[in-house]
């Protein structure tokens, strides 16, 4: 299997302390400036601080990217459904901006990124999955790539009937080539891991040195961060 | 030219309905064009302005191209629809 190495990586919440590491955003309303006005309006926080994110890692815009999160724009689908209920016209702006890729669809028009963009959902498993396409994408001649992860809590109305998703988002360079500064992303299969669903907090978390390996407990495997020796 | 009571009252219509977050009334000159240059607003936009003419002022627009081109020309043409069509 294709090695993986972490390259660089950005993160953003509100619900951590950023300890001096400068890759941590944790503004509670991330500046969006790397994206023109225009076009910044259309997204909500998580969305501003993915767009910052990406486009800080990869200023040429040259990189594939693969963009996970397990509810997406919560907000925005689920009320719509209730517009609909209600016999309310649509939002065409909200509409547009509620399918799984507009985050990526928006940084894709901003940074004039045109490589292959891939948005996933897993039901909890999306790091296993954003990991699994990536060794995909990396195993296929593609050097170094973009993965996101990136979630919000769901509407209050929701909030029984799903998981608590604190706001943050993460974004990494993965390659498949050592260089200083890189550290090695060992996977390793996991059969007794249980816990909760890995969340971004826990990806950033694991990035800081905050916690221990990340097991992802519905697709059996666990990673873990070793200095590229 | 003065900016009539209706001219600012669609112009802060635009900035709540479009989430313009940059954008005062004062920068949106009626004689500019609203959409692509001056102030430049894109077909998204012009569904969700659209939709809002329908529910402020019940202003159901012709599907047709050409007409709609010319109401969302600028604020005084959009004004001047508004004056002649809307319903309360």
Sequence with gaps: MTELFVEEWRGWTPHRDAAGEARLDTSAKPAGTAIPSMLRRRLNLIGRAVCDM???????????????????????????LYAIDAGEPLSPARFGLSVHN??????????????????????GAEWAALMAEAQGYLSDGTERLLVVFGDQPVPARF????????????????????????????VSAAPEADGEALQPLDVIDWLMQRRGPLSCPLAGRTWTLAPDA | MTTTALEHELKEMIIETLELEDVTPADIDPDEPL???????????????GLALQ?????????DAESSRQHFANLRSLAALVEARRVS
């Design chain 1, 54 to 80: 990406l486009i800080a890692l990869d200023p040429a815009a040259k990189l594939d990217v693969l963009h996970a999160s397990r509810h997406g724009d919560g907000e925005r689908t689920l009320e719509m």
């Design chain 2, 35 to 49: 959409f692509v240059e001056g102030l430049g607003l894109d077909s998204i936009d012009a569904l969700e302005l």
């Design chain 1, 159 to 186: 909030a029984d009937f799903a998981p608590h998703t604190p706001a943050a988002a993460v974004a990494l360079v993965l390659s498949t080539t050592p260089a200083p500064g890189t550290r090695r992303l060992a």
């Design chain 2, 55 to 63: 529910k402020r002022y019940g202003i159901t627009l012709e599907s």
């Design chain 1, 102 to 123: 507009a985050i990526i669809g928006v940084y894709s028009i901003a940074s004039g990124n045109r490589r292959s963009q891939q948005a996933v959902a897993a039901s």
